[in-house]
């Protein structure tokens, strides 16, 4: 898998402060993409487990409690999915109390099998395309108002979709 960039201090892409990682490459080309530069899978660089390293040794840096946000790109995509498993179950393994956010253009509904897998691993699921004619930059965590914020624990518990609650859930 390569990415785009890691982000120590995000406060844009989380509730409170998150560590982001942008995987590279998108295969939706959404219109009106605002992060066309991790379309293209060739760009970027390589993770290497030196990567993850430093997202583990670095998630609480200065004391900063942080969580974990990751981003595209498509982190569910074909060629991106194995390595985010791997990120999220070694992640939890040494901080279960910690979030993982993770944005996706795919419906939850249609995942695979595969895809289905991250799900046990994370918290926070934000899914679907971004969409020119619903943008909404007045809205928290999404770009357009058809994307949604999943409580996935919540989801699998009650085995239906259930949206998580803003204003219960300050982080
Ligand atoms: S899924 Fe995200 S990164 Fe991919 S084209 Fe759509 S908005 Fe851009």
Redesign the pocket.
């Known amino acids: 898998m390569r990415f785009s960039k890691i982000k120590q201090n995000d406060i844009a892409n989380g509730l409170g402060i998150v560590m982001s990682l942008w995987t590279q490459g998108?295969p939706?080309?959404?219109k009106g993409?605002f992060?066309k530069e991790?379309?293209d899978f060739n760009r970027g660089k390589e993770f290497k487990e030196q990567d993850l390293n430093f997202i583990i040794e670095n998630i609480d840096k200065n004391n900063i409690k942080r969580n974990l946000s990751i981003l595209?790109?498509?982190p569910l995509c074909p060629k991106n999915i194995d390595q985010i498993i791997n990120i999220c179950k070694v992640f939890k393994e040494v901080y279960p109390d910690k979030l993982i956010y993770i944005w996706t253009?795919y419906i939850l509904e249609e995942f695979n099998e595969k895809q289905k897998d991250i799900l046990k691993y994370i918290n926070i699921l934000i899914d679907g395309?971004?969409e020119e004619k619903n943008k909404n930059l007045s809205i928290k965590l999404r770009?357009s108002s058809n994307q949604r914020i999943i409580d996935v624990k919540k989801s699998l518990e009650q085995e239906r979709v259930v949206l998580l609650d803003l204003e219960v859930k300050t982080l």
Do not use: I
């Open positions: 998108c939706h080309h959404c993409c992060n991790t379309w595209g790109g498509e253009g395309k971004f770009g």
